[in-house]
């Protein structure tokens, strides 16, 4: 029996649909019309598809359609892939996330066909896709593919075009996060200007993420990261020294004046950071530079999750500076052997000899504390 619901002033017809072994899910047609004698007819009229709507056909009513007529096809992959993005989209989801959902469903979409009829989505599906994409990404892209599936997923069922999400299991990654060491990041610095220098140093010392200084806006000392514009979906407050505001202020107007001068998009602007790391860490046979594996820009994120660690040895202080949720998503910070850790990072181990010459390890660009390896 389809029921009738009004939503904002305006009806919706109410079908439910059967979920074997749990609460029925339920899917809302729109009716069009904020009047209810005419909400009823129409709901009637809804009522004569209701089989069809629960066996995953997408019904169009006269009231929705060009022609006046009722359009009647099967819910397929392609077209639910593409209601969720609209629906990302419509919800605020940042660009860059809906661009990861995208490629994700387009490698499951890939796998077994666009025109799967969702509501006949199985495990098997499932494994047909890991089985065709296991040897051809990493095993990070992999989960992260498997967990926008299943969010995707879950959208469908709460719509009512399946009846359950199948259970996927996501193999859990032990690798531990990449950190520069002091050598490292010294050496890439040697092979940078001065003002990549500056801005590797910046993003080191504040762990923030590659565009997240451009989308953040700066009151008195502290950089703020709308939630919006967050990755977590909440707003990210840091604080900066004298130092980094005045690289964070460089590196904002480098970009805007290769926009403004047509130069360069904003887009390809910001990845310029990522790509002269990536250059630095490739090395050249030619001038003696040795290739430095493993390591990418988001290695300076974690190297200052790791270096603030070393220095307070408290992890919520790490998570409140990388802007995380939980603290057990920061906890992989500390699984680091600290002997290890002095090693490398020698310019924090705090001994008596240090503390009595209280001189930084690092050589300073005239009056100021930013360091400069060049």
Not at 141 to 161: C, H, P, S, Y
Not at 236 to 251: A, F, G
Not at 282 to 291: M, P, S, T, V
Request: charged residues 30%.
């Amino acid at each position: 029996m389809v029921g009738i619901r009004k939503i904002k002033k305006s009806y919706y017809a109410r079908v439910y649909i059967p979920r074997p072994g749990k609460k029925p899910g339920e899917k809302l047609i729109s009716l069009k019309t904020k009047m209810k004698r005419e909400a009823l007819v129409r709901k009637n009229e809804v009522q004569n598809y209701e089989s069809e709507i629960q066996a995953g056909f997408n019904v169009s009513f006269p009231w929705q359609t060009t022609n006046g007529k009722v359009e009647l096809r099967r819910y397929t992959l392609l077209m639910a892939i593409e209601d969720y993005l609209k629906s990302l989209r419509g919800d605020g989801i940042r660009k860059g996330t809906i661009d990861i959902y995208k490629l994700g469903l387009s490698h499951f979409k890939q796998a077994v066909g666009k025109s799967l009829i969702v509501s006949e989505i199985t495990l098997n599906h499932i494994d047909k896709y890991k089985g065709e994409f296991v040897d051809l990404v990493k095993q990070a892209t992999l989960n992260m593919d498997l967990r926008t599936i299943k969010a995707f997923l879950f959208w469908l069922q709460v719509r009512g075009r399946i009846s359950e999400v199948p259970k996927i299991k996501i193999k859990k990654e032990n690798k531990p996060p990449v950190y520069l060491t002091n050598k490292q990041f010294k050496e890439i610095c040697k092979r940078v200007d001065l003002h990549f220098q500056r801005a590797f140093w910046f993003y080191r010392e504040t762990g923030l993420r590659l565009s997240e200084p451009f989308n953040a806006t700066l009151d008195g000392d502290f950089l703020i990261v709308e939630s919006d514009k967050h990755k977590g979906h909440r707003e990210h407050t840091i604080h900066l020294t004298p130092e980094e505001k005045m690289v964070y202020l460089e590196i904002r107007t480098m970009v805007s004046e290769k926009v403004r001068r047509g130069i360069s998009t904003r887009k390809n602007a910001i990845h310029l950071y990522t790509k002269v790391f990536y250059l630095a860490c490739l090395g050249d046979e030619k001038k003696g530079w040795e290739r430095i594996i493993g390591r990418k820009f988001h290695s300076l994120r974690h190297t200052c999750a790791v270096r603030l660690y070393l220095k307070t040895r408290d992890i919520y202080a790490v998570m409140k500076q990388l802007g995380h949720s939980s603290v057990t998503v920061t906890e992989i910070y500390t699984k680091f052997n600290i002997r290890l850790l002095e090693q490398h990072l020698p310019d924090l181990v705090k001994s008596p000899q240090k503390q009595a010459k209280s001189q930084p390890s690092d050589t300073l660009l005239p009056e100021t504390h930013i360091p400069i390896f060049a």
